[in-house]
């Protein structure tokens, strides 16, 4: 079955600072990757996705993520946080073959000004 | 602008009440879903829907109910058999019924049992 992991409840970096957010996954073939970004009281944007191809993937508002086959991980960067960057980040799997979305419990990132 | 609209935004339910949340698609998506969202639980789905008349159970569907008599309507339906209604409820759609296929999502209603 598939499954997604944050690791990472709460993180917090400074304004300017770089980030990281990690995506562990599971799944026995090629999975569909997506990282989602969620404001307070708001549905998700899509910030990126990967399908195949080139496993440095760039996004919306500055992320990229790199899919790393051999360590399942799929994690969100983006090189200089703004304050505007504090929300919940959610990582998501899919399948061809299967017909639902799995999601990760969330990461959700606090920027000190 | 297409987009998905959830209404209401904010809703307040007494005890042994159902209550139905709308939820309405202008993006000619075939596929609908419904999301619940608790702090620290992430996404977990409800319901979903392929085509018009037809819907699936999620992993949480007990006490929920849904309709798709709309290609664009998919209406949820919180019941007095939910134990714990209390959350924020997110709808989406997408083009197909696929794991490749990216999520619309709507702004979100939050139900409260008082």
């Known amino acids: 079955a598939q499954s997604v992991t944050q690791p990472d409840i709460h993180i917090t970096v400074s304004e300017g600072a770089s980030l990281e957010l990690r995506c562990n996954y599971s799944?026995?073939?090629?999975?569909?990757l997506f990282w989602y970004v969620q404001s307070p009281g708001q549905g998700l944007q899509l910030l990126l996705k990967?399908?195949?191809?080139?496993?440095l993937v760039q996004g919306i508002k500055g992320f990229e993520a790199e899919f790393k086959r051999s360590q399942s991980s799929f994690n969100l960067r983006k090189p200089s946080v703004h304050w505007r960057d504090a929300a919940e980040y959610f990582c998501?799997?899919?399948?061809?073959?299967?017909?639902?979305?799995?999601f990760g419990k969330g990461t959700r990132l606090h920027i000190l000004p | 602008d297409g987009g998905i609209t959830q209404s209401p935004k904010y809703l307040f339910r007494k005890e042994g009440q159902n209550v139905t949340l709308s939820c309405e698609q202008n993006l000619n998506h075939d596929a609908m879903y419904w999301y619940r969202q608790d702090p620290g639980q992430g996404l977990r789905l409800i319901y979903y829907?392929?085509?018009?008349?037809?819907?699936q159970k999620g992993d949480i569907a007990e006490g929920y109910s849904v309709s798709r008599e709309k290609k664009e309507s998919f209406p949820l339906t919180v019941t007095s058999a939910q134990k714990n209604p209390t959350a924020f409820y997110l709808c989406?759609?997408?083009?197909?019924?696929?794991?490749?296929?990216?999520?619309?999502f709507g702004a979100g209603s939050r139900l409260t049992v008082l």
């Open positions: 989406a759609s997408s083009m197909s019924l696929s794991g490749a296929n990216v999520l619309t």
């Open positions: 799944y026995g073939a090629t999975p569909y």
């Open positions: 829907s392929q085509i018009v008349n037809d819907f």
């Open positions: 990967y399908f195949s191809g080139d496993t």
């Open positions: 998501a799997v899919g399948a061809h073959r299967d017909d639902k979305i799995i």
